[in-house]
């Protein structure tokens, strides 16, 4: 467990948890909870694994890091706000898309060749494509429905790369 680890768990719960309105008060709480367990697992894994080691599990911040992340987030705020006055059905399938190319470049030009990297991003891709494409042809009133499945798959796939890593090392510790 590292803390690329805790940032996935972070922002797949956070996904889940402002996107899965769609499932109505009691579906949006019930996922909301699910989300925030996957989140406290992996947290608890985290712990565990560097208690005692004085390892805080980072990672190099080198500069091509530093490049990749300011990028990112000015596309992800620069065009979550352009969009939202726009276009608001492409706003999250926007954030998905961004998020999922961050990671093809981590792999590319970070921790050249990482597989989980370039699994995550490509999927993450995806997701944010085919939702876009839903929503070019439905249109504004398309974005509810659009941040539901772009939001809440990207906080599934975040959190389903985590989770289980999570759950491998409380089962082995």
Excluded at 133 to 157: E, K, L, Q, W
Aim: proline letters at 5%; hydrophobic letters at 60%.
């Amino acid at each position: 467990m590292d803390v690329g680890d805790l940032v996935g768990a972070f922002f797949g719960t956070l996904f889940v948890v402002l996107n899965a309105g769609l499932l109505g008060p009691v579906g949006h709480v019930v996922a909301a909870l699910v989300a925030l367990a996957c989140g406290v697992t992996v947290v608890v894994a985290y712990r565990r694994a560097r208690r005692g080691t004085g390892d805080a599990g980072m990672f190099p911040l080198t500069r091509s890091y530093r490049l990749i992340v300011t990028v990112e987030v000015v596309a992800l705020f620069g065009g979550a706000i352009l969009l939202g006055r726009l276009a608001p059905q492409f706003s999250v399938p926007w954030v998905v898309l961004v998020v999922g190319v961050h990671f093809l470049a981590l792999a590319r030009w970070w921790l050249v060749g990482a597989r989980p990297f370039l699994v995550l991003g490509a999927v993450l891709t995806v997701v944010a494509l085919a939702r876009a494409a839903v929503a070019a042809v439905g249109g504004p009133a398309s974005a509810p429905t659009a941040a539901f499945v772009a939001g809440v798959g990207a906080g599934v796939v975040m959190l389903g790369g985590t989770t289980p890593r999570a759950i491998r090392s409380l089962r082995g510790a």
